[in-house]
């Protein structure tokens, strides 16, 4: 048996970890912010329909160009965005890969806001590119200074925000998203993949895309759409970036099933993401229930929410799993993630919660700004 560090494998990958949120059949999992909801049956009916049809095709390659399914995306996100503004690709990590591999690379940098999305360094290191951990404000919040002040000095190639962030909730204003943006001499990306949940109202980064031409924003139907198992994340920027992706990619990325199951989740948006008000309300539930249990709870805009005062996030989480519960222990002292699941599902994690006890209060000074560690979601 040959061990991987008997293999040739790239120096900067040796001792590396892969991506490993844990996959456990449990009756409760709330670990990966996907949406528990399942696809409405009229709507997965359609969706079989439509990837039948494509497999009458598959004898050959799919449009490379997936021109259809970017002028549903362009219709999907409106703010006068056309096909040429759209790129997509299997799942939104694999938007972020390219846009790695095109504008990252050896002697190039990727800046994040730690603690954020356990992947963008990941990412970073397949494409041989170098991560930079810049740290955030006081419970896990980004000021417009705090982001310009580092962006400016640390001077990277290309700057990631994550809004809402994951695994913290955080949304950032726009206000930051532009000093960022002002800041850097690169490519600036938001990952807006939790921005459905998004409070009503509450404008997205594409609203900053006019004249800002270094500003890409991805999204993914992983999660509001409840399409995590389609692989399918997608990207508005202008025509130009697009241009550069489609360096990168591999041709025929996206198969003819994929391009079909996508059009047709998108042909029903509406009763797709019908269920996103339901999971707002009870994500807010969450966060009213874990502070009336004594935890300390983060704001958040998004599926799933970070709570801190946890003395042993091991045992709560083992615990948790021992009554068919999975939440997330993303490696932030003191603190567990958990996602917001249907009302029964989310009323099994808050009642399995309850019935541990009472937290103690833990020593606040850990809990509030800690180490840059980064969550696998
Ligand atoms: N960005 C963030 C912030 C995420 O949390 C995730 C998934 N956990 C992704 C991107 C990637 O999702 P996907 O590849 O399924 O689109």
């Known amino acids: 048996m040959t061990s991987l560090s008997d293999l040739p494998i790239?120096?900067?990958l040796r001792g590396r970890t892969p991506y490993g949120a844990p996959q456990k059949v449990v009756p409760v999992a709330l670990n990966v912010n996907e949406n528990t909801h399942p696809v409405p049956e009229d709507v997965a009916a359609d969706i079989v329909a439509r990837v039948a049809a494509a497999i009458g095709g598959v004898n050959r390659y799919p449009d490379r160009e997936f021109t259809e399914l970017r002028t549903a995306f362009a219709g999907y996100l409106g703010h006068g965005l056309t096909a040429e503004n759209i790129w997509a690709a299997?799942?939104?990590?694999?938007?972020?890969?390219?846009?790695?591999?095109?504008?990252?690379?050896?002697?190039?940098?990727?800046?994040?806001?730690?603690?954020?999305?356990?992947?963008?360094?990941?990412?970073?290191?397949?494409?041989g590119t170098d991560w930079i951990a810049a740290r955030r404000d006081a419970g896990f919040e980004l000021s417009p200074e705090t982001a310009a002040e580092q962006i400016a000095r640390l001077d990277p190639d290309i700057v990631i925000l994550c809004s809402p962030n994951n695994p913290t909730g955080t949304p950032l204003s726009l206000a930051t998203i532009e000093a960022a943006y002002d800041a850097a001499r690169g490519i600036v990306i938001v990952d807006e993949a939790y921005a459905e949940f998004m409070p009503e109202g509450e404008p997205s980064a594409l609203t900053?895309?006019?004249?800002?031409?270094?500003?890409?924003?991805?999204?993914?139907?992983s999660k509001a759409f409840a399409f995590a198992g389609a692989r399918v994340g997608y990207l508005a920027a202008d025509p130009a970036v697009v241009d550069a992706l489609r360096l990168v990619r591999l041709p025929y990325h996206l198969s003819a099933i994929t391009q079909a199951a996508a059009l047709g989740a998108l042909a029903h948006a509406d009763e797709m993401l019908a269920m996103v008000g339901e999971i707002r309300s009870q994500r807010d539930r969450l966060v009213s229930e874990?502070?009336?249990?004594?935890?300390?709870?983060?704001?958040?805009?998004?599926?799933?929410?970070?709570f801190g005062n946890v003395a042993d996030p091991h045992a709560v989480f083992e615990a948790l799993l021992e009554r068919g519960i999975l939440i997330r222990d993303v490696g932030i002292p003191n603190h567990l993630r958990v996602t917001?699941?249907?009302?029964?599902?989310?009323?099994?994690f808050l009642e399995g919660l309850a019935a541990l006890g009472r937290p103690a209060p833990v020593d606040a000074e850990r809990t509030s700004n800690p180490a840059p560690v980064n969550s696998q979601s």
């Open 10 to 12: 790239r120096d900067d």
């Open 208 to 221: 900053l895309l006019p004249g800002r031409p270094r500003l890409l924003i991805s999204r993914t139907m």
């Open 290 to 306: 874990l502070a009336r249990l004594g935890y300390t709870p983060h704001r958040s805009g998004s599926n799933f929410v970070l």
């Open 340 to 348: 917001a699941g249907t009302e029964a599902e989310t009323t099994a």
């Open 90 to 127: 299997n799942g939104s990590n694999e938007v972020l890969q390219h846009i790695l591999q095109a504008f990252g690379g050896p002697g190039r940098s990727l800046l994040g806001f730690a603690p954020t999305y356990s992947m963008y360094p990941l990412l970073a290191s397949g494409t």
